[in-house]
């Protein structure tokens, strides 16, 4: 400052020349989100965390290695943090972000009648299941309503095999005081299509079911390819 002539300010430091893009991107996603592209919201994701450096490159690095916006945000924590300039803190924020896609996905289904709202129960289950890297079994608890009165996982397995037992299942039916279920589990491969052992498990659970009076409405198989159902299917 003293080297200044008097009377004059200090310069200011120049904003980064990424300032005015992240701007100009922050008010088009404002104006119209759906607008824009993948890895432009990935963008701004991570420049709320990454405030001094341009993020564009970087989101269109994760894309690129990741496959897609959703798979990104699904990556093993240990996964984020491996690649070239996550931090810590940037992956647990991007997995905040993916805990809060499927928060608000389970908020459109939990304490509602599921049955007239299956196209919502379906986006929850392929947010919260679809990417998982090893098979899970979950299932969705209803009242004489059909109302989603719990949404448990039962198990987790390998990447090709998830055991479930018929026991268990009655077991917590008759606790939680259940009329019906909704049998889901995911295939990490991407593929859903049933296989044998999925059908010969899901028609043990129903008959043990069926004697305590309890029914299987559907059984989903989800998968980055998509989703099955087994009523759809004729398999039950």
């Known amino acids: 400052m003293s080297d200044l002539i008097p009377g004059l300010e200090e310069p200011a430091e120049p904003a980064p020349h990424h300032a005015g893009h992240r701007e100009r991107l922050r008010q088009r996603f404002l104006a119209e989100p759906m607008a824009l592209p993948d890895y432009e919201v990935l963008e701004l994701l991570l420049a709320s965390v990454i405030p001094r450096r341009d993020t564009k490159k970087l989101a269109k690095d994760l894309i690129a290695e990741f496959k897609t916006f959703a798979d990104v945000l699904a990556a093993p924590v240990t996964a984020l943090e491996a690649f070239p300039g996550i931090s810590a803190t940037t992956a647990a924020y991007l997995k905040v972000a993916e805990h809060a896609a499927t928060r608000m996905a389970r908020l459109q289904v939990i304490d509602r009648p599921v049955l007239s709202k299956w196209d919502q129960l379906l986006d929850y289950c392929t947010i919260s299941m679809g990417r998982l890297p090893s098979e899970q079994f979950r299932l969705l608890f209803l009242d004489r309503k059909n109302t989603l009165i719990a949404d448990e996982l039962q198990s987790q397995g390998t990447?090709?095999?998830?055991?479930?037992?018929?026991?268990?299942?009655?077991?917590?039916?008759?606790?939680l005081?259940?009329?019906?279920?909704?049998?889901?589990?995911?295939?990490?491969?991407?593929?859903?299509?049933p296989s044998k052992a999925d059908i010969e498990m899901t028609r043990q659970v129903i008959k043990a079911l069926s004697g305590v009076g309890i029914t299987v409405h559907d059984h989903l198989v989800i998968g980055r390819k998509g989703h099955v159902s087994f009523k759809s299917q004729g398999l039950i």
């Open 177 to 193: 005081n259940a009329s019906a279920l909704i049998m889901v589990h995911n295939h990490p491969s991407g593929d859903p299509t």
């Open 159 to 175: 990447v090709d095999h998830t055991p479930l037992y018929p026991r268990e299942v009655v077991k917590r039916a008759l606790e």
